[in-house]
């Protein structure tokens, strides 16, 4: 094992300017999570929902996420843990075959709820700041809740099925009220009932969830963080005049941007990083 060892300087604190001060979210708890979503009943358009209920199948082509809403409650007698309900909404596009006609384009909407446990911690200092919008009600008597954050990506399409309406024993659940920004994602209403066919699709969702609080932190400070790459100009772009091409000799205004002059930034190697990758240190 010792020959797989990697060794590096020892971490030369020397650059450190100050300790400042930043006020930043904290992990409190978190989780992943790969869902398989079994016969997820999508919501058609009108047009789309009349070329369904003239076909006699379809294709699913796409099934893209459009936004997640996360909600966070606190759990009853379990001091610090929460629930968080997370909603997926899915815009599905797909096609329709009627008979020898050429496929007709479908699409509509689908959504998936699910509900997580996680540690929030405690806290009930209530927070105010300048960009919290209108005043209501839940604002004024809200506690410091923890802020659940959702990562996802657009989930792996499985399968996909078309049932005729009663014919078979399952229940679909009624679709809760839809933020207008989702509607708004469809340029005709959504059928919600009185069909004849319905489409149904299998689905692999990734996410990951986390709960965070705010915190504040006091950290090490080396230096400011200035872009070190020129910004390339966009292909297509007449070239320059001269008097850009004596504006490009100027030195970038550092000076101008951040309260005191820059100084050079310390060595890699003399860099803290490899330390912190868990690597053997050398004195």
Request: charged share 25%.
């Amino acid at each position: 094992m010792a020959e797989n060892e990697k060794t590096c300087p020892a971490c030369d604190l020397s650059g450190i300017k100050e300790a400042v001060c930043v006020h930043t979210s904290k992990v409190m708890d978190a989780c992943r999570d790969k869902d398989c979503i079994e016969d997820l009943r999508v919501y058609l358009t009108r047009d789309s929902q009349t070329a369904l209920d003239r076909a006699s199948g379809a294709k699913v082509r796409t099934v893209e996420l459009l936004y997640v809403d996360p909600k966070v409650e606190a759990v009853a007698y379990n001091s610090g843990s929460y629930t968080v309900t997370i909603s997926y909404y899915y815009r599905v596009s797909g096609e329709a075959t009627i008979g020898n006609m050429r496929p007709a384009a479908i699409y509509g909407l689908a959504v998936f709820t699910k509900r997580v446990l996680l540690f929030g911690g405690d806290g009930c200092a209530k927070v105010f700041t300048s960009r919290m919008g209108c005043l209501d009600k839940k604002t004024v008597f809200r506690c410091n809740m923890p802020r659940a954050v959702v990562e996802a990506i657009d989930p792996m399409i499985l399968a996909a099925k078309v049932q005729e309406v009663g014919s078979c024993c399952r229940c679909d659940g009624e679709l809760e009220e839809l933020p207008d920004a989702i509607l708004g994602c469809f340029d005709d209403d959504l059928v919600l009932g009185g069909e004849q066919q319905r489409l149904y699709v299998t689905i692999g969702q990734f996410s990951i969830i986390r709960m965070e609080r705010d915190t504040q932190l006091l950290i090490p400070s080396f230096d400011y963080c200035i872009p070190t790459k020129e910004c390339s100009d966009v292909a297509g772009i007449a070239q320059a005049a001269d008097a850009c091409d004596v504006f490009s000799q100027v030195e970038f205004p550092v000076d101008e941007f951040f309260s005191s002059k820059n100084e050079s930034c310390i060595d890699k190697e003399k860099s803290c990083n490899c330390c912190a990758a868990g690597y053997r240190t050398t004195q």
